[in-house]
């Protein structure tokens, strides 16, 4: 059998073809995976799920901390921050511009702080646009939720709109509300629901995402596994609905409940619900109404996650309270005493601070602010004056969302020195955190 014979060698032409062609294919591979990568963020961490920065504090977030007021890009008719903030894996933080007329949109925003840079990631009514999900006429104009990231790394919020909505409850927002997910690197909106309830408030610590609904305070769950939607209703009175709720990392809700009693007197109640939309267990809050009506009360105000999985929140009168768990066994829900050291104060944010042993926050009593800082072993608190400088008409919101630094940020309005208002964020904490 004769020896086979070499192989010839290729042209020049054919050599270049087969090395475009795999680098070709290389780029492919390369993108599909690089596309991959970025549909599915990588799983986070508890810090990052529960929108958290465990860090030691700087040092002026101990006592009268150093403010710095961050210029908000413009929108459309933005003029307000609810409390609408949240936290990335990567530290940058997140903010909703909420609008004031009728039929306008909210704004997404991603702010990093290393860069000291904005970057506006889209309105709720042209997402709705794009989506194929708008009405004729249809406004949204609130992000009035925070801004959660899920097990599957996406940041969840809510969007709502106001039009045509009682303050007595016995109308919900005409156009409702709707339940969104962004990616957090490809800044890719995702419609997930819409609901006929208008949506105030998110959370979520995990694979569960929950939203609540007025009037009635309607508890929607999200399941980010399966990509299903529940919902339960709890109560409330009348006009009454609270800015925010807890959920903890085994992903049990607590939501306030209103009743009345058998000879006509107001009981609060916190009801935990399991990942079944079950409640397993209830406590009285009796420091949770004050002397306002029901529907003048924002319920759950403040509230952040400690390390070691504790959980804080406070009342819109100004009471703090803890939630602790351990196994599958309810929580025990049990008062700490008024937030402030001097009693009762309106408490819109609250903070870890340090090692787990301080929670820092603000308060408002009439148009004094103080930052308060609270010895959680001890119970003592300390409440310093906040110096807001040449800004008038301020109202403050915000919990939870500190950057890598360890510096908080404070939400709402100012006066817009024309009659009106203007979106405010402020940064709270001068000095360089090390990261634990």
Request: include cysteine.
């Amino acid at each position: 059998m004769p020896p086979a014979c070499p192989p010839l060698p290729e042209s020049p032409r054919r050599l270049v073809w087969r090395v475009n062609t795999l680098t070709a294919l290389f780029a492919i591979c390369m993108t599909i995976g690089l596309h991959a990568a970025a549909a599915d963020p990588l799983p986070a961490s508890y810090p990052t799920l529960t929108g958290s920065t465990f860090v030691d504090a700087p040092a002026d977030l101990l006592h009268g901390p150093r403010i710095r007021e961050l210029p908000v890009p413009r929108t459309p008719d933005g003029n307000a921050i609810w409390g609408a903030t949240g936290r990335d894996s990567r530290g940058h933080i997140w903010f909703g511009i909420s609008a004031h007329s009728p039929r306008m949109s909210a704004h997404l925003f991603e702010y990093d702080p290393q860069a000291d840079r904005w970057h506006d990631r889209g309105a709720v009514v042209d997402k709705l646009q794009a989506a194929g999900v708008h009405r004729a006429g249809e406004g949204q104009i609130k992000i009035h939720s925070k801004i959660i990231t899920g097990s599957d790394g996406w940041l969840y919020f809510a969007s709502t709109d106001e039009e045509g909505e009682q303050d007595d409850g016995s109308a919900p927002p005409r156009w409702g509300g709707h339940l969104w997910r962004v990616h957090p690197q490809t800044h890719q909106w995702q419609h997930l629901a819409s609901t006929p309830e208008g949506l105030v408030a998110a959370n979520g610590v995990g694979r569960f995402l929950y939203a609540l609904g007025y009037w009635g305070h309607v508890l929607y769950q999200y399941d980010t596994a399966h990509k299903t939607l529940r919902k339960t209703t709890v109560g409330s009175v009348p006009g009454h609905v609270s800015r925010n709720f807890v959920v903890d990392a085994r992903g049990h809700a607590y939501i306030p409940r209103i009743r009345l009693s058998e000879i006509g007197t107001r009981i609060v109640d916190l009801i935990e619900y399991d990942t079944r939309l079950q409640p397993i267990a209830t406590t009285r809050l009796d420091h949770y109404l004050g002397k306002e009506p029901p529907a003048a009360n924002h319920g759950i105000t403040g509230l952040t996650y400690l390390s070691d999985g504790r959980m804080f929140f406070t009342t819109h009168i100004g009471h703090l309270y803890e939630i602790a768990y351990a196994g599958v066994a309810p929580a025990t829900v049990t008062p700490s005493g008024w937030f402030h050291p001097h009693g009762e104060r309106y408490p819109p944010s609250l903070f870890a601070l340090g090692d787990g042993t301080l929670i820092g926050g603000v308060t408002q009593r009439g148009p004094r602010f103080d930052w308060v800082v609270r010895d959680l072993s001890s119970g003592s608190a300390t409440a310093y004056p906040l110096d807001l400088g040449y800004l008038k008409d301020v109202l403050l919101y915000g919990s939870i969302s500190r950057d890598d630094a360890g510096r908080v940020y404070l939400v709402g309005w100012a006066s817009n020195g024309a009659g009106g208002q203007r979106p405010l964020v402020l940064q709270l904490g001068s000095e360089t955190a090390k990261l634990k």
